[in-house]
């Protein structure tokens, strides 16, 4: 039995020795990265490109979402005047808005 | 002690991974202070609004410049938007962190509670949320003006118990407007550490 101990810390000994590194993170997980290119063991996820990751618990992988919001204005008023009278359909239209969350880029990298 | 955060694309966390239920229609949100991470805040909606003023012209049907009719004014003219911005569905993970994951040299990673040994908070992105692209990395982008112009067309209207047509002699402004959040607000998050690894891996 203390054979078995002192075999065990001989082992673990010699692995720091040879500077065995702590496990992998586990295949699918993502990370991110500003280099050039993912490291060695992660590929880069192109589906994030111009994306947000947003949370879910369905539908996974898929994308959706706009920078360009169509909106459209009924500009019915009405008189600022002491004669207050309403004023309907005065003026409609439909613009695009632009908008997207102020944002960092990176690539996303998913482990092999 | 900390807890590390990824995400997965298919399927459920992996083993020895909790899922981080928080994150349910949010993005991961850089802070610089280690108190703020784990909040969960923002909204997913905007005020859109117009000043739109007008002013006297002809009306069809009627007298032009009717005696004690003006046709001017302005009010604030708004509605709601309901925001989605691009997007890939993920599920986020957690689990405790002690070192006891090897990330190579510059990963970024997003922590919970505390910046672990080995790693360097990010401080340039708070803020910012986190966005794939495939060049100026690492740049940030400030969220865009929204000001814009509306198309208008000549139209019926009603003006008190009368029904005229505008025939283009009436001249209106503002037809331009902003769009935006509220001042302060930002879309749905949970704030968190986005911490990159120094050059030792470990």
């Not at chain 1, 720091?16 to 997980?29: D, F, Q």
């Not at chain 1, 490109?49 to 879910?56: E, I, K, N, S």
Request: with cysteine; aromatic share 12%.
């Amino acid at each position: 039995m203390v054979m078995g101990i002192f075999s065990t810390l001989f082992v673990k000994h010699s692995q720091l020795r040879k500077g065995i590194k702590a496990p992998l993170p586990p295949s699918g997980t993502y990370m991110m990265t500003t280099e050039s290119a993912c490291p060695a063991g992660w590929t880069e996820d192109i589906d994030f490109v111009d994306r947000h990751p947003l949370g879910a618990n369905a539908d996974l992988g898929t994308t959706g979402g706009t920078e360009d919001y169509s909106h459209y204005h009924s500009h019915g008023s009405s008189r600022a005047d002491s004669q207050s009278y309403p004023v309907a359909n005065w003026n409609t239209g439909t613009a695009t808005i632009t908008w997207y969350p102020a944002n960092f880029k990176v690539k996303f990298c998913v482990r092999n | 002690m900390t807890e590390i955060i990824t995400f997965v694309k298919t399927g459920n966390c992996p083993d020895g991974w909790e899922e981080a239920t928080m994150f349910l229609d949010c993005i991961p949100l850089p802070t610089n202070t280690i108190s703020e991470s784990g909040d969960a805040g923002g909204v997913n909606t905007a005020y859109h609004y117009h000043n739109c003023s007008w002013y006297r012209g002809q009306l069809q049907g009627a007298d032009p410049y009717p005696p004690g009719w003006s046709y001017s004014g302005t009010k604030r003219l708004g509605s709601t938007i309901t925001l989605d911005p691009k997007h890939v569905k993920v599920r986020f993970c957690k689990k405790i962190y002690n070192n006891d994951l090897t990330y190579p040299a510059l990963s970024i990673m997003m922590f919970f509670d505390d910046v672990p040994y080995g790693w360097n908070l990010l401080t340039a992105f708070e803020g910012y949320y986190p966005k794939g692209a495939s060049s100026s990395l690492g740049s940030t982008q400030a969220e865009p003006a929204t000001s814009h112009t509306h198309s208008r067309s000549a139209g019926s209207f009603t003006c008190g118990d009368y029904s005229y047509k505008y025939i283009g002699a009436v001249s209106q402004t503002g037809n331009t407007g902003s769009g935006s959040l509220t001042a302060g607000e930002q879309f749905k998050y949970v704030k968190v550490l986005f911490c990159q690894r120094g050059n030792q891996p470990r």
